[in-house]
Each structure stands twice: as C-alpha cells, then as structure tokens.
C-alpha cells in the first residue's frame, strides 16, 4: 500500500508540474511558429507571405523559417506509465513503473552541405519494481545520439518531413553479466501524408565490434529497425500510434500500440495507455516475452516537429 500511495503521489507532482512547463513554454515561443492548431507548412506559407508581400516562396524561405522553431524540444513521447502483464498472474514482481524522459537539441541551422543541420539527442527509459518492498529499479537504459538532419521540401516548397543519419550508443550502465551495451549507425525518416497522419520509419546497422560481450545476439530479439503510424483526430484531442519493429523471423513483430487523450487544448498532456507486445523493450531482459498493458501520463512532442 506504501509503494501504490508514492506511485499516486509521484503521479500527481508530475501531472501538475507539466501545466506549470506549458505557461512557460508559451512565454519562451512567442518568437517561433506555435500554432499547433495549423499544418506546420501552412503556418510558414501564411508567415512568408506577410514577410515578403510576394506570392512567391522559395525553398530557402521554408528552410530558414524552420530553422526559426525552436532549437531544443521533446523527441519522443515522455511519459510515466503503470501497468501489469497480460500473459503471467498479477504479482508485485512483475508489475510495475515504466517512464521516459526525451528530448533533442538541433545545434546548427541547416546550412551544412546539402543544406543539413547537426542535432543531438538523448533518450532514457526506466523499468522501475515500485511494488515490491525496497522498490529497486529493475534496469535503466540510456540512449544518447548525434547526427545529421535534413528538411524534405516538396517541389511546391511545402514541408513535408525530414530525414536522418545518427550514430548512436545505448546500453543499461550495469557491469558483469548484467551488462548491456551497442553502439550503431541509424537512418531515419518522417512523412507527412496530410495534417492528421504521418509516417516513420528507421533502420539501424549496429557496430558488431563494439557490442557488449553479453548480448552479441541482441539484434535477433531487439529487430533490425522499426516503423509506425502516427494517426491524431481532427479536434485534435486523441492520438493513435502504432509502432513495429520485425525481428529475424518472417512475419515476427514487436508491437507498440498506444492510445492518448489530450487533458486540454491549452495544454500538451495526454492520459496515455500503451500495450507491448514483444522482446527487447528492456536491454537487460532483452529475450524474455512481454506482454504488458500500462497506463499514465504523457507529454508528447508538437505533432508537426520536424523530428
């Protein structure tokens, strides 16, 4: 009973803290393009139109206005989540906490050759026993990165995505058998098929020599690159997302499904509820079967970052 009243407590800090980041965050963007309200490429439209009182728009001017958003933001979904397995009896073992914490910071504008920028981005996902008795963290996996990216601007000067090259290390920071380590090159891409759906899709080449002595063969559960569809209503207020990563076996998939509700228009933060399906959600369990249903809370990026 202690654990689930630190678990409701941590909740509520949480949830009441990001409102307080988004009053903040509208001070900070008043200089940036922050109607969420509008396709991102509209926006621009709308903006170098009154700029240059001309009805033509180059692609120079897409770029350099999404040069102007803002430099550092939220990457992934940030979250903390609760839940229990689907397939196992309910136990204080096997329950638990879930949370991660994302962002990216683009260090350049895009004027690098062929007109690519340099970011940076960090990642880290927490597997946490809050039910049992000394609440330990089960593992922790950090996920840091840097790379470059590049706008995809259609022949009517339109944003319509975006591409990336990463090198990227993840590991779980244990030592001995308990350790978890990779280092790989990703390449990555984000499309927009109309303001409501967009799709991703990423594929990594891991750095064999690098990988720890312990999970040379994580890549037959973890899977050789993933791709989803993003899928959010048009008031704005539900977001659907679907994310499959095949492993080395045909028609073998591991399954992210989540389901979020937006708390309010005035703010970014979801009720969010998420199933796994699959292996290698965790390094340190990265062969064992889960399927596990979790819910809480979410902070999701703008639904038009160029990440």
Same mark, same amino acid.
């Given at each position: 009973m202690k654990q689930f009243t630190k678990l409701i407590l941590i909740l509520l800090c949480l949830f009441l803290s990001l409102f307080e980041m988004e009053g903040q965050d509208k001070k900070l963007g008043q200089d940036t393009i922050g109607d969420t309200t509008k396709r $991102?490429? #509209? &926006?621009?439209?709308? @903006? #170098? $139109?009154? %700029? @240059?009182?001309? &009805?033509?728009? &180059?692609? %120079?001017d897409v770029r350099r206005r999404l040069d102007s958003t803002h430099s550092f933001g939220i990457l992934k979904d940030n979250y903390i989540i609760t839940g229990n397995p689907l397939n196992k009896r309910v136990s204080a073992n096997n329950a638990d906490v879930k949370y991660q914490i994302s962002f990216r910071q683009r260090i350049t504008n895009s004027y690098l050759p062929f007109n690519t920028f340099i970011f940076v981005s960090y990642t880290q996902k927490s597997f946490w026993n809050i039910y049992e008795e000394s609440a330990p963290f089960r593992d922790t996996n950090f996920n840091p990165g840097i790379g470059f990216g590049r706008y995809l601007i259609s022949d009517d000067n339109r944003y319509i995505g975006s591409l990336f090259l990463q090198l990227e290390h993840e590991s779980n920071g244990k030592d001995s058998i308990a350790s978890r380590s990779w280092d790989f090159i990703s390449a990555s891409g984000k499309y927009y098929f109309n303001d409501r759906l967009f799709f991703r899709a990423k594929v990594w080449f891991p750095l064999v020599p690098l990988m720890g002595a312990e999970n040379k063969d994580l890549i037959t559960y973890k899977g050789f690159g993933d791709f989803s569809f993003d899928y959010r209503t048009s008031d704005e207020r539900w977001w659907i997302a679907a994310n499959f990563t095949p492993r080395s076996r045909f028609f073998t998939f591991n399954t992210t499904l989540s389901v979020a509700y937006r708390v309010s228009e005035k703010f970014n933060q979801y009720f969010f509820l998420e199933l796994f399906d699959g292996r290698g959600d965790s390094l340190l369990d990265y062969k064992h079967y889960d399927l596990k249903l979790r819910v809480g809370i979410c902070i999701k990026p703008d639904f038009f970052s160029v990440f």
């Open positions: $991102l490429d #509209l &926006l621009i439209k709308e @903006r #170098l $139109l009154q %700029e @240059r009182g001309s &009805l033509e728009i &180059l692609e %120079e």
